[in-house]
């Protein structure tokens, strides 16, 4: 499994965007790049995944290079209920036996 | 749509007792699901996949005698701390990977704080 590399936390004001950038050298071919949200004392929650180029849904958009070896988060206009943990998980589908690996993940603080 | 349960959210039991946690995929039929454990201010880690129908698949390091897992049916898996301690006092997830998904996208429940005394 891919290993990744993300700040451990950062800092924004409420309404400005916010980019989480995750590096991910060793991604391997068949990889999809996938970002969880994760609340204290809850369960991560799914917000993204793509392969290449961009992907964009109702809560944020994600930037992945040529190369694949990064990858950045982008969370539009972010309010106080997006202090959160964000987790970038680099790995292949491999059928029932796929697994996730989660890293650090970056403590995101959201401030007025 | 894919949500998935834990029961129960919190359990404070005495050192020697045994545990059980349920993870309930409410509205879809999951053939692996997974428990992780998480200490306060780290990250989440994997213990085991649980395969619907067959034995649970352990990390290294993680007792499976400890921690047993039972995958009885599409949609129930549970988790028993076996002779719990103070040390396994921590924060039990479990998430679901629906049946015939391609990516790695996995729903996960709400978590199941254990303490014990």
């Known amino acids: 499994l891919a290993k990744t590399t993300q700040p451990i936390s950062m800092d924004s004001y409420e309404g400005q965007e916010v980019n989480i950038t995750c590096s991910h050298n060793n991604i391997a071919t068949n990889d999809y790049i996938t970002w969880y949200q994760q609340f204290p004392s809850q369960g991560p929650r799914f917000i993204i995944q793509g392969y290449k180029t961009k992907v964009t849904n109702e809560v944020a958009s994600l930037f992945i290079p040529a190369d694949r070896k990064s990858s950045t988060l982008s969370l539009p206009r972010v309010s106080l209920s997006d202090t959160a943990v964000y987790y970038c998980?680099?790995?292949?589908?491999?059928?029932?036996?796929?697994?996730?690996?989660f890293g650090t993940g970056t403590r995101l603080q959201v401030t007025l | 749509g894919a949500v998935v349960s834990q029961h129960p959210s919190w359990v404070i039991c005495k050192s020697g007792t045994s545990v059980k946690i349920e993870c309930r995929s409410l509205d879809f039929q999951a053939t692996t699901m997974f428990w992780y454990r998480q200490f306060p201010k780290q990250s989440l880690m994997l213990m085991a996949t649980?395969?619907?129908?067959?034995?649970?698949?352990?990390e290294q390091g993680v007792e499976k005698d400890k921690f047993l897992i039972n995958h009885a049916s599409l949609t129930l898996s549970t988790l028993t701390v076996t002779s719990a301690h103070p040390e396994d006092s921590s924060f039990y997830i479990c998430?679901?990977?629906?049946?015939?998904?391609?990516?790695?996208?996995?729903?996960f429940g709400p978590g199941t704080r254990l303490t014990v005394l």
């Open positions: 998430s679901a990977r629906p049946a015939g998904t391609y990516y790695n996208e996995q729903f």
């Open positions: 649980s395969n619907e129908g067959s034995k649970a698949t352990y």
């Open positions: 998980l680099v790995g292949a589908d491999t059928g029932t036996a796929s697994k996730l690996t």
